[in-house]
């Protein structure tokens, strides 16, 4: 049964609205359908849409959740309105950029960037830092599925690999290895008995216990199984596998290279995520960026002198205290006071701005001023010196380097953010996947189709998955929250939309009608403030208020079904 109705209301019914200069109007709504409301700047048309409806929704919202989750949202004052019939949970989706964290991006507005870190986390390859090999953590059960492959009739030597003890001799050691079961291991290419102890080589400081072999055929998979577990068991999470003549290949249960021994980390997605502390890159904290030091800002006038105060941090009220400094420095050096800047030799510069022994230089001193960065004089200093450059250890990734290491496609997931939206789609849509990692992927592809198709609907192919959502415009702010909830798939749920035509092209409203009627057919009731012609002949309800601005504002003109409500 339709929720409006099971409670009886087809209809938002206002009555008695006085919020700012509207005059004490009565008018319903109808309910999942296109409302716009119109009139001339300064009518009362946002005082009505979001001053009374959506705070009306909001606060009653906010109500209803405990006081304890009530102290983390957004409280807005009760309107001046007598009652509100028939309002459901309220959505406002205005002109502004709402997120104003630096880390907030396309992406992470839009939860892409989400469904992107679940990709990755569950079908990403990891891959070493030092050789670039793949890296996976073995089991039992994928040797297994790994010796499917194998041809029939190969000898099979399953080994552990044991570290030898310092403090224990060799025929001690060998003895407890005998008295476990072992009975010979692989010394130079070659299988020799454990009892008598072999003679090993200089130095050793580990050795290969054969734990199994055996011919290979597939009945001997449960056989295989059973002797990986014992090998990882006794080789602490490390084994190998020699097939025949070949060189043996080591399997490692632990998220290490099994080449290089080098570590990695096991691919999760709070590891791709910046706003994580398990993913975020430790230089630049998941703003991409790190306040630097720049010498043109520290020497703003190469055409200076020393003495003129060409280094600017001490020409100010520190020039008593660094200007004795110099000169000492000038004379053992050989450094001229009176040439300009930019006739100073590089080492003098390199010294004058990096310091050298016995001088602190310019931004050793600024660092030093930074660490004390409690004191807001200090602070107000050191920004003066500052220019935000890419981090050079995450290169504007925001992520930290064992998450770049994880590749789909040949790509990481930093490559995919900064592709658009349009790229971004074509690179979701060529990815091919076998039968099981389809089977992995299924829920996760479709969202991240439907979402950057969203995208594309209202004209955002353009932008990059990781531009910061406070340098976009207005318009397009709105129109990713319009993508955004159209990705949501609610229903009975009320939007409250500030002129989403901004910044479109006529072309493009016809998309934009689109869109909201869809968002309407799922149940959905909209209240659009817009005087876009064609918005308001697509609408099924439309409120015109006015005549005029301010106190001439806020009457009800003509509240009507248009002609795309009545058919005409």
Aim: net charge positive; charged share 25%.
């Amino acid at each position: 049964m339709n929720s409006r109705e099971s409670d009886g209301v087809a209809a938002i019914q206002v009555r008695g609205a006085r919020q700012h200069n509207l005059k004490n109007l009565d008018l319903d709504l109808p309910r999942g359908k296109l409302t716009v409301i119109t009139g001339v700047s300064g009518s009362g048309k946002s005082s009505l849409a979001f001053d009374t409806i959506y705070a009306e929704g909001q606060r009653r919202y906010v109500e209803s959740v405990s006081s304890y989750a009530r102290q983390f949202l957004e409280r807005l004052p009760r309107p001046d309105v007598d009652v509100i019939h028939g309002l459901t949970p309220a959505v406002a989706i205005q002109q502004v950029a709402s997120a104003r964290s630096a880390r907030s991006t396309v992406g992470t507005a839009t939860e892409v960037h989400d469904y992107l870190r679940l990709l990755f986390a569950r079908l990403g390859t990891v891959h070493c830092g030092n050789c670039g090999r793949a890296v996976t953590a073995d089991s039992p059960q994928s040797v297994v599925s790994e010796a499917a492959a194998w041809p029939e009739g190969d000898a099979v030597l399953v080994l552990a690999p044991v570290a030898l003890s310092q403090r224990m001799s060799w025929e001690e050691q060998a003895r407890d290895l005998a008295h476990a079961g072992f009975t010979r291991l692989l010394l130079e290419g070659e299988v020799v008995a454990l009892d008598p102890p072999p003679r090993l080589r200089r130095g050793a400081r580990e050795v290969a216990i054969v734990v199994d072999r055996f011919g290979w055929k597939a009945a001997e998979a449960a056989r295989l199984a059973e002797s990986c577990e014992q090998a990882f068991r006794r080789g602490e999470g490390r084994l190998a596998l020699q097939r025949g003549e070949r060189v043996a290949e080591k399997r490692s249960e632990r998220w290490e290279c099994s080449n290089c021994g080098a570590a990695a980390m096991r691919p999760e997605p709070a590891l791709f995520s910046f706003n994580s502390p398990l993913g975020v890159c430790p230089t630049c904290r998941g703003f991409g960026n790190v306040l630097t030091f720049t010498p043109d800002l520290i020497v703003p006038d190469p055409s200076l002198t020393l003495r003129q105060g060409a280094i600017d941090p001490w020409a100010r009220s520190w020039r008593a205290i660094f200007w004795p400094r110099l000169e000492k420095l000038a004379r053992e050096r050989g450094m001229p006071l009176d040439a300009p800047w930019s006739r100073l030799s590089a080492a003098h510069r390199k010294l004058l701005l990096e310091g050298g022994e016995g001088f602190r230089g310019a931004i050793p001193f600024l660092e030093r001023l930074q660490k004390k960065s409690y004191k807001a004089g200090n602070r107000f200093i050191v920004k003066r010196y500052q220019t935000a450059l890419p981090c050079a250890a995450c290169h504007g990734a925001r992520l930290r380097p064992e998450a770049l290491l994880v590749r789909l496609a040949g790509e990481n997931i930093a490559a995919v953010a900064k592709k658009t939206v349009s790229e971004a789609l074509r690179f979701v849509r060529g990815l091919e996947f076998t039968a099981r990692e389809r089977e992995i992927a299924g829920p996760v592809i479709p969202e991240l189709e439907s979402r950057l198709g969203f995208l594309e609907r209202v004209d955002l192919h353009y932008l990059t998955l990781d531009r910061l959502t406070r340098t976009l415009s207005g318009g397009e702010a709105q129109r990713i929250e319009l993508a955004h909830a159209l990705g949501a798939s609610l229903s009975d749920t009320l939007y409250v939309l500030d002129e989403p035509t901004v910044g479109l092209h006529p072309r493009d409203t016809d998309k934009l009608v689109a869109i909201l009627k869809e968002l309407a057919a799922r149940g959905n009731t909209l209240v659009v403030v817009e005087h876009e012609p064609m918005l308001m002949r697509a609408a099924d309800h439309v409120v015109d208020l006015g005549p005029g601005a301010g106190e001439q504002g806020g009457w009800l003109l003509r509240p009507r079904a248009t002609c795309a409500a009545s058919g005409a």
